[in-house]
Every structure is written in C-alpha cells, then in structure tokens.
C-alpha cells in the first residue's frame, strides 16, 4: 500500500515538472514571437484612416478590406473615429501626421472642414485617398473613391413610381455628408415634375439610427400627412422603421433607403422596407487597397473612380444574399 502512494507520489512530481517544463517553453517562443513582430514592425510604413463614423457598418466593412491589405504587405494601420466631429477628425488627422504616416484614407464628416490638414498632408509628401464622400480640397487629393451616390437616389425614385401611384414623402437627410446630399438630390430630381409624388417634409438625422428613431416619433406626432419615407442611408431607415412599428403603423409607409445591408435586406424580406440602393463597401475597400498602394509604389491612378450603385427590392431580394453585404 505504501509503495502504490509512492508511486503516486512520484507519478504527480513527475507529471508538476512537466508541466512546468512545457509551460516555460510556451512563454519563451510567445515572447520570441513578439520580439521578432517588432523587429519587423520597425520599418513599416504608417497608414492612417479617419472615416466620418465607425458607428456604420459600411465603413467598418471597407476599413477591413484595407486593413487586411496593409498588414498583408507588413505596414500598420492606425485607425481613428471622429464620431462625425468635423473638428475631432482635423484634430486626429493631425495627430495621425505626427505619427509620421505614408498615406491617409479619410472619409470627411463635412465637406469642406478638412482644407487645411489636408494641405498640411500634402505639403509633407503624404498621399490622400478619400473614400465614400468629396473635399472641398478635392485638386489636392490624389484619388476619390465614391459610389454613385446620385444614381442611389434615382434608383429609389424610380422603383417609388413604378410600385406606388402616389406619394406624401417624408425625407430623411445628412447635410453635411456630400454623398448623403447627392442621393437626397438624386431622388428629387427623379421625382420633379411628377404630380402625384410629394416632399412632406425634411428630417435632418446625420444617417444615425439613435437619431433617425425620435425624428421619425416627433414627425408622426406633428400629425403630418405621409405614406412614404426616403432614406439617404439604412441606419436611417432602420430608425424610421422602428418608429413606425413602436405605433402599429409600419404595414401603411413605405421606407426606402441606401446600403442594402443585411439588416434592411431582412427588413424588405419581411416586408417592412419596400428597397435600398445597393453600395458595394467590399469593392470600395478593395478599390482604396490597391490604389493606396499603387500611389506608395509610384504608379500614377485615376483622380476619380467612381462605383456602379444597383437596386434591392421586394421583388429581387432573392437574388442577393441576404446575410452579407455586397
């Protein structure tokens, strides 16, 4: 009996040892590898990305093409939110400089609030692509890639008049996003001239989801005639939808909006959007990717390319993938 608790005994030193031994050879190929990561990190080129907001799927789908990108070709990327601060972006942007970065991706929360850093940019040798959106600055950018942001706003329109006889439309804006004003203005020049469709109202909501909601509850509540709603953007929609399901009404308005992402692909499955603009953020990211290093390579780009934009409806939603963006 004494010999089987030896043995035992022995058995669990034995088997502590080897633990300790395995344990320690882990950590010391864990911190190899981290020592080697740095060793390679340390001549990388610096990327910096500003988009409007990361409170939007679409820019969190192109960052991941372009950050795959940059750490496939041994570079870092540092990302950075101005949560749609015109002023936090130009203040991030410059710190991104101080860094010392190559190039800049930047989608502008306003128009024209980036002149300055911009020319800052280019004065110290950086390259700037701007994705999704325009700068004023634009003759100092070296390429903007956009969709075609008017088209999605003609798109809607189009399908509006070929389902519906009429329209009282309500219409949900971001002002400050160039891209936002090209669809809002898409959509009303499509509708211009046709009798039986009209402008109800304007609700300005920045493309948020968070603001799009009480905007839409405050509207219903001003007791204002309305059966349609345009929606530069799907974070919108999402809102108005939800606003009009918290008063029993969704099943009486018809919403439309730009993206096409899953969750408004779901909601024109389910019946409760009528059709979003399709935007392609894959291809855009991959589009900035390849331009981005084309630039960094010395090859000369396009000044502007521009992304064909298509159409998700109740007819064709089993056509696209309703689990992905396109």
Not at 80 to 103: H, M, N, Y
Not at 190 to 205: D, L, W
Request: hydrophobic share 40%; charged share 25%.
């Amino acid at each position: 009996m004494n010999d089987e608790r030896t043995i035992r005994k022995y058995y669990r030193m034995i088997m502590i040892l080897i633990y300790i031994v395995l344990f320690a050879i882990i950590a010391f190929f864990l911190v190899r590898r981290v020592d080697l990561s740095a060793e390679q990190k340390e001549n990388s080129r610096r990327i910096g990305v500003s988009y409007m907001t990361m409170n939007n799927e679409f820019f969190r789908i192109i960052n991941e093409q372009i950050r795959l990108r940059v750490e496939a070709e041994g570079d870092i990327i540092y990302i950075r939110d101005p949560a749609l601060d015109a002023e936090r972006q130009k203040s991030q942007i410059e710190d991104l400089l101080d860094l010392g970065v190559t190039a800049l991706v930047i989608t502008p929360v306003d128009l024209d609030g980036l002149d300055d850093v911009i020319k800052k940019a280019k004065d110290m040798g950086v390259y700037v692509v701007v994705v999704d959106s325009d700068v004023g600055s634009g003759s100092l950018v070296d390429c903007s890639i956009v969709s075609d942001n008017y088209n999605a706003g003609c798109l809607d329109a189009q399908y509006m008049m070929e389902s519906q006889e009429s329209g009282d439309i309500v219409v949900f804006t971001h002002d400050r996003a160039v891209s936002g004003r090209q669809r809002v203005q898409g959509f009303l020049d499509t509708i211009e001239g046709n009798s039986a469709f009209n402008v109800r109202g304007t609700v300005e909501c920045e493309g948020q989801y968070e603001i799009a909601l009480p905007k839409m509850r405050e509207f219903i509540n001003s007791g204002e005639k309305f059966d349609t709603v345009f929606c530069l953007n799907d974070p919108a929609a999402m809102g108005v939808v939800a606003a009009l399901q918290e008063k029993g009404i969704e099943k009486r308005v018809s919403v439309y909006g730009v993206d096409a992402s899953p969750d408004a692909k779901a909601l024109i499955d389910s019946g409760l959007m009528s059709a979003s603009a399709v935007q392609f953020p894959t291809k855009i990211g991959e589009t900035a990717a390849e331009v981005l290093y084309q630039l960094i390579n010395g090859e000369s780009v396009e000044k502007r390319i521009i992304v064909p934009v298509d159409i998700v409806t109740r007819d064709n939603i089993g056509e696209y993938d309703k689990e992905r963006w396109q």
